[in-house]
């Protein structure tokens, strides 16, 4: 593979700057997207944290909803943590709150409830290897149904926390606020996969 594959963290809101350098030191190409322009140079997307409803709101006014679904149905990868998993879920329990379904989730925002805002838990995730990840859960939302097609890759007290639906990543947690690497480093590999499979079907 010639250049560094290019993955954009949607830069309407949230936490932008920690996923950028994140996916600087695993060693991609990391801009901030805020155009519809810009998405069409991406090999991948993240959808930081922040609050959903706001994002969705910006979503809409900059004309980002069906461009972002668009590339993501014919095969982008995408990543969303904490309000990215909202945004990308199928619907949000017990709220009407738009989302871009491309994740086969019902999700449950602020689930683990207000004494626990805020917390690091050491995760167990059989795809990132034996040893446990340091999680951080910020008002974060869990997942309360899953797909058939949806792959649980961790949970939290009985609660789904990690999933993926073929190109499509979500996490209720925050890895780009910790120093552990291995969530962007696993989205790096689907974002090569797909570069991958792009190249083997134009050829
Ligand atoms: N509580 C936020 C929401 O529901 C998500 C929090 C986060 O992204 N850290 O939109």
Redo the contacts with the bound molecule.
């Keep these: 593979m010639s250049s560094k594959p290019v993955i954009g963290v949607l830069a309407l809101q949230?936490?932008v700057d920690e996923h950028l350098a994140a996916l600087h030191r695993t060693g991609a190409q990391a801009r901030a997207v805020k155009s519809r322009a810009q998405l069409e140079e991406l090999d991948g997307l993240v959808i930081?944290?922040?609050?959903?409803?706001t994002?969705m709101k910006l979503l809409h006014r900059f004309e980002m909803e069906q461009p972002i679904v668009e590339r993501v149905r014919s095969g982008m990868p995408l990543w969303g943590?904490?309000?990215?998993m909202?945004v990308a879920a199928h619907d949000v329990a017990d709220m009407e709150q738009p989302t871009l379904d491309l994740l086969d989730v019902t999700v449950r925002?602020?689930a683990f409830g207000r004494q626990n805002e805020s917390a690091e838990v050491d995760l167990t995730v059989p795809a990132l290897g034996p040893r446990p990840f340091p999680a951080i859960f910020?008002?974060?939302?869990w997942i309360e149904r899953a797909g058939p097609a949806v792959d649980l890759l961790a949970s939290r007290d009985g609660h789904g926390v990690m999933v993926r639906q073929e190109n499509v990543l979500g996490t209720s947690f925050?890895p780009e606020l910790t120093g552990d690497p291995r969530v962007h480093a696993y989205f790096l590999g689907m974002v090569e996969h797909a570069r991958l499979g792009k190249r083997s079907s134009a050829a």
């Design positions: 949230g936490d930081p944290g922040g609050e959903s409803t994002a943590t904490c309000m990215g909202i925002r602020n910020i008002r974060a939302p925050h």
